[in-house]
């Protein structure tokens, strides 16, 4: 373990200071792009004003003979935008791929102040955080970076939930972590093919009635365990946590379900995969207006946090006032990107 002592010290000599708090930035949904496809490169100026995060993606889903295009696309891409209020994020290949080294040397050298987060696969323990950290704050100092670029840990073994507890507080440099449902499935040996979302065949039936009658069947959810040991994690160490990928994007309705469910329990965001997915995550990681409106009754009502006092016939006190607080925080972040919800929550 790292001593209280040395968390917060930098890791090379000439490297920035790790935050203390981590920047405050509205991630409701993290945009994949494949940087080695030329005319989706292109579009990137324009997307960066219609999602929260833009994340060049060089590992799954990039074959091995592009795999330098893409890391060369990234660069390009960087270089050529400004991404304005959007961060700007690379998955890179595993630690243990013949590519993860040249990803992190030559992105950090290239556009490392650019680079607000790095997005590391197959996260199994702290050890890959630390090495990780310590490479960055080489590079970090080498290349007289002045901020330091974050790490974001993909939960996709079954070592990896293991040991969220010790990812989660590895380092100060930890941005959040996602949940990472088909390696974890293959991990796990589960018997789904399915990226993200239910199955038809996990569920609970109902009593059997004396009458004989068909017992209902209620489907459930394959990831709740998961996610919500990663939102605990996450929360105890202040950093974030994302759903991951919904892979049916023909299916809105249950991409919407999913991450509907992942934000009641915590997650602050999730990945979008297709164009399609932008307005769902938008519209899921928003805070609804009313509640949003009430949760502003209740902050108003009981300016320092203590107290109690009765609204519409229910009683409010400091832990209802920690959860409406939470609720009005997040709309006056999306507020400041998103003018027209601004004046449906009234801030």
């Known amino acids: 373990m790292i001593v209280p002592?040395?968390?917060?010290?930098?890791?090379?000599?000439?490297?920035?200071?790790?935050?203390?708090?981590?920047?405050?930035r509205v991630e409701r949904m993290i945009h994949f792009v494949p940087p080695h496809v030329e005319k989706i490169r292109a579009r990137v100026g324009d997307l960066a004003k219609q999602v929260d995060v833009v994340l060049g993606n060089l590992e799954d889903a990039v074959p091995a003979d592009a795999k330098e295009a893409a890391r060369?696309?990234?660069?390009?891409?960087?270089?050529?935008?400004?991404?304005?209020?959007?961060?700007?994020w690379i998955r890179m290949n595993a630690l243990d791929s013949p590519w993860a080294l040249d990803d992190v040397i030559e992105i950090v050298g290239a556009v490392g102040s650019k680079l607000d987060v790095i997005m590391l696969p197959k996260v199994e323990g702290s050890w890959d955080i630390h090495y990780l950290d310590r490479l960055l704050a080489q590079l970090e100092a080498r290349h007289k970076i002045e901020r330091p670029i974050m790490i974001h840990a993909i939960l996709e073994t079954a070592q990896g939930v293991m040991n969220v507890e010790e990812i989660?507080?590895?380092s100060p440099r930890m941005h959040g972590m996602s949940?990472?449902?088909a390696d974890l499935a293959a991990s796990r040996r589960m018997k789904t093919t399915r990226v993200g979302g239910g199955h038809p065949g996990y569920g609970v039936l109902t009593d059997k009635g004396e009458d004989g009658a068909a017992r209902p069947f209620y489907q459930q959810d394959l990831w709740h365990y998961t996610i919500a040991k990663m939102v605990d994690a996450c929360a105890a160490n202040n950093i974030k946590p994302f759903y991951g990928p919904f892979g049916d994007f023909s299916d809105g309705e249950a991409c919407e379900s999913q991450f509907r469910n992942a934000f009641l329990m915590g997650c602050v965001g999730a990945w979008t995969l297709h164009p399609s997915q932008v307005d769902i995550a938008k519209r899921v990681f928003s805070p609804d207006v009313e509640e949003v409106k009430?949760?502003?009754?209740?902050?108003?009502?009981?300016?320092d946090g203590t107290g109690a006092v009765m609204l519409d016939g229910k009683m409010q006190d400091d832990a209802t006032w920690k959860q409406a607080k939470v609720i009005v925080d997040l709309a006056r972040q999306i507020a400041e990107r998103?003018?027209?919800?601004?004046?449906?929550?009234?801030?």
Not at 338 to 347: C, D, H, K, N, T
């Open 5 to 24: 002592s040395a968390y917060y010290r930098p890791l090379a000599l000439g490297a920035p200071a790790p935050f203390r708090e981590p920047p405050v």
């Open 72 to 88: 060369t696309g990234f660069i390009e891409m960087a270089k050529a935008n400004d991404f304005g209020a959007a961060g700007l």
């Open 168 to 170: 989660a507080a590895a």
């Open 179 to 181: 949940l990472g449902p």
């Open 294 to 303: 009430f949760a502003k009754r209740i902050v108003d009502a009981m300016p």
């Open 338 to 347: 998103e003018p027209e919800l601004a004046a449906r929550y009234g801030l």
